[in-house]
């Protein structure tokens, strides 16, 4: 079995839908949650998630909604669980996916307020999941956020991921 990512955003755990995201991540996808965490993001966290959005506009609305309280990470277990989990997470598109099933507004109440693009730069950096793109990605975000009690029960549960957490952990210092 292989391991990925999936952070659950601070703005899904105020309106306490975390529960219901793992219900669906479950029941959409055949995957498995084998470990969670709470974790309050600092920015240096969030810049490290998302290093290709720091010079764009929505930043800075991505970075107040992700340190406006704590996240969820979870490890996740089942057959290329970074396929699956992009398959079924959606894109900001009508339709399409997890994203926009916790999603605060739809694409037509964006396209009402067009005038207004600080709005919806706002309303756009309220996806209520992250999930990465790829393994190693996956492994940077579960390096930044697992305590050192965390690490044994990581590696029992994936070793083989936990090697590459492990690299990353490396890699990012």
């Given at each position: 079995m292989d391991t990925a990512t999936v952070l659950i955003k601070p703005d899904a755990i105020i309106d306490a839908l975390e529960n219901r995201i793992i219900d669906d991540i479950e029941t959409t996808t055949g995957l498995r949650?084998?470990?969670?965490?709470y974790w309050q993001?600092?920015?240096?966290?969030?810049?490290?998630?998302y290093?290709?959005?720091?010079?764009?506009?929505?930043?800075?609305?991505?970075?107040?909604?992700?340190?406006q309280g704590p996240s969820m990470i979870l490890l996740v277990q089942g057959i290329e669980p970074i396929s699956v989990l992009n398959n079924v997470k959606g894109t900001n598109v009508p339709g399409s996916?997890?994203?926009?099933?916790?999603?605060?507004?739809?694409?037509?109440?964006?396209?009402?307020?067009?005038?207004?693009?600080?709005?919806?730069?706002?309303?756009?950096?309220?996806?209520?999941?992250?999930?990465?793109?790829?393994?190693?990605?996956?492994?940077?975000?579960?390096?930044?956020c697992i305590a050192p009690s965390?690490?044994?029960?990581?590696?029992?549960l994936c070793p083989k991921f936990y090697r590459?957490?492990?690299?990353?952990?490396?890699?990012?210092?």
């Open positions: 949650v084998i470990w969670k965490r993001l600092s920015e240096s966290d969030c810049r490290t998630i290093p290709l959005s720091t010079e764009k506009p929505i930043f800075r609305f991505m970075l107040g909604n992700l340190i996916g997890l994203r926009l099933r916790y999603r605060q507004c739809t694409q037509a109440e964006l396209e009402q307020r067009a005038d207004n693009l600080e709005f919806i730069y706002k309303l756009k950096s309220e996806n209520r999941i992250h999930v990465p793109d790829t393994n190693e990605e996956a492994a940077l975000l579960c390096s930044l965390d690490k044994i029960t990581i590696q029992k590459l957490i492990e690299e990353q952990s490396f890699c990012s210092t």
